[in-house]
């Protein structure tokens, strides 16, 4: 006789399900296992994966920064070689104004205009030739008082400086707009 004969029918089929339920629960913890290491695999693939997209994104922005840094740096050297451009054209104006101002006030120079002595019209008669003693040949001439010539040497001053000032301007925007 055998053992199993022995122990009663319903024992031995809760005997049969304990012994499934452990070969079964044995079995799918081993699956579990197995899974387990094979989704742990595939997350150690992306993460790495993940890793070396993170660092060519970091190299690509760094490349960028270190690229508008080097873009930036070119314009303000551009912009600083403009700026002492102009400073160096307004102090050249300034001088030469200056300069002329002083020749005025010693009398060194004189400012005349030149009449035109074919307009009958005007009502005023002017003298064709010259008067003699004088050393101006060709046409008639007036010269200006200088306190007159003063005013229009910084009125000419003022409207050189407005020049230089706008090209200097116009160099900036160029230099800016062409800058991307």
């Given at each position: ?5 022995l122990?009663?029918?319903p024992y ?7 012994l499934?339920?452990a ?7 081993s ?19 993940h890793?070396?997209?993170?660092i ?11 690229t508008?840094?080097?873009?930036r ?7 600083s070689?403009s ?5 160096k054209e307004l102090?050249?104006?300034q001088t030469?104004q200056?300069r002329?101002r002083?020749r ?5 120079l ?6 035109d ?6 009502g005023y ?6 008067p003699t003693?004088g050393v101006?040949?060709g046409p008639t001439r007036?010269?200006l008082?200088?306190a007159?010539a ?6 000419t ?6 020049l ?8 900036y925007?160029k230099g800016?707009?062409?800058?991307k």
């Open positions: 006789m055998r053992v199993v004969d122990i009663p029918e031995r089929l809760l005997a049969v399900g304990v499934l339920t070969l079964v629960g044995g079995s799918a913890s699956a579990w296992k197995v899974q387990d290491w094979r989704y742990g695999q595939q997350l150690a693939e992306q993460d790495g994966l890793k070396a997209d993170l060519a994104i970091s190299n690509a922005a760094a490349d960028q920064v270190r508008a840094q080097d873009n740096l070119a314009l303000e050297q551009r912009l070689t700026e002492q451009t102009h400073y102090s050249d104006a030469n200056a002329l002083d005025l006030a010693t009398a060194d004189r400012l005349s205009v030149l009449l002595t074919t307009d009958a019209g005007s008669t002017v003298l064709a030739a010259t003693g101006v040949h007036a010269q008082d200088p007159h003063q005013r229009i040497i910084g009125i001053d003022a409207g050189d400086q407005g230089i000032a706008l090209a200097a301007c116009q160099a925007a800016v707009s062409t800058e």
